[in-house]
């Protein structure tokens, strides 16, 4: 029985891959940095909790030596670039110790989860894939930056020895988000919010990245990255889908992207003083009127990626947010 160490444990997609990793027999062996957090109940006398930080390597070093397998998925998701140094020291000096750790243990199989946003995007809106160049860079945002200067340092760990692929997951949504972060859009459909943005992305179903992630451990081959997306959606579609879902009036006025920027640009302002995120930051502007779309099809492939319609997904994700009385 091998055991797998896991970073990002107590998120969204890292609370499900350890769930997952117990259903397939694993010991795990998770990072957590707060003591005080509350775990879920079913991970008690199954999961062995290590407490420390990814910016401190002593306090976890030597805790990988037992294990086979490390799953790396912590990191921060910031767009606002007020926090460019915050994002960097956990997204990429982060990763690097870990990295360093999995080197000096040996382990079998690293598998970094970067993300979408260190792939690049298609400029006529077209879906890309691991081969697309980086081109995020002439838009200066801290997470994609961030994100691709991750993955380099997992290429320099290969370089010395380290057996590694990256998972690269689109828009995730689906059962697990006990802090309810996606709420919030539920929410403001349910109240009869009738405006929708002309951009879209790529949503894809948290079983199904976490699937594809627990086989990338055997399946995934060194230093490929892989994609891991559902369905490419306009915001118009998504929303529309989720108001299905929700019994409710689909949005159906395209919204002018002025008041957006004047918004945001309101927003970064009075963060200055407030130190409150700008939503949207003025670097996620470029995404306005872009459709980012990714074909995920080496991962359905060489990954055994299964594929799950956002219409399925959401149905999911609606149910456990009222079971969880978080809608």
């Not at 896991?6 to 997952?20: A, D, E, P, Q, R």
């Not at 010991?27 to 401190?56: A, F, Q, T």
Request: proline content about 4%; charged content about 25%; some cysteine.
């Amino acid at each position: 029985m091998e055991k797998a160490f896991v970073t990002g444990g107590s998120g969204f997609i890292g609370g499900n891959i350890v769930k997952k990793l117990l259903s397939k027999n694993f010991k795990v062996k998770v990072l957590i940095r707060n003591s005080k957090m509350l775990l879920p109940h079913d991970w008690k006398d199954k999961v062995e909790i290590v407490y420390g930080d990814i910016l401190e390597p002593e306090s976890f070093r030597g805790q990988m030596n037992d294990c086979e397998i490390v799953i790396h998925g912590a990191a921060v998701i910031a767009f606002w670039n007020r926090l460019w140094e915050k994002v960097y020291k956990i997204n990429v000096i982060g990763t690097k110790n870990i990295l360093n750790e999995a080197l000096k243990a040996k382990c079998r199989k690293f598998v970094h989860i970067s993300s979408v946003a260190a792939v690049g995007y298609g400029e006529n809106n077209e879906p890309v894939n691991e081969a697309h160049p980086y081109n995020w860079d002439k838009h200066n945002i801290c997470y994609m930056e961030t994100k691709k200067q991750a993955e380099d340092e997992v290429f320099k760990a290969i370089k010395n020895g380290l057996n590694a692929c990256m998972v690269n997951p689109a828009n995730v949504w689906g059962v697990g988000d006990y802090r309810g972060r996606r709420v919030p859009v539920l929410k403001v459909l349910k109240f009869g919010f009738p405006f929708y943005v002309n951009s879209g992305t790529n949503f894809v179903d948290v079983d199904a990245v976490t699937d594809a992630i627990i086989n990338a451990i055997d399946l995934g081959r060194c230093s490929e990255r892989y994609i891991l997306g559902g369905e490419n959606l306009t915001i118009k579609d998504f929303l529309g889908t989720i108001a299905e879902e929700l019994g409710v009036r689909k949005p159906f006025i395209p919204m002018p992207n002025l008041p957006i920027i004047l918004g945001s640009y309101l927003q970064e302002a009075a963060g200055r003083i407030s130190h409150i995120q700008p939503k949207p930051a003025a670097s996620q502007l470029c995404f306005l009127g872009r459709g980012i779309y990714y074909d995920s099809t080496k991962a359905i492939k060489e990954l055994k990626m299964p594929i799950i319609s956002f219409k399925d997904c959401i149905k999911k994700t609606i149910k456990f947010y009222r079971e969880n009385r978080l809608l």
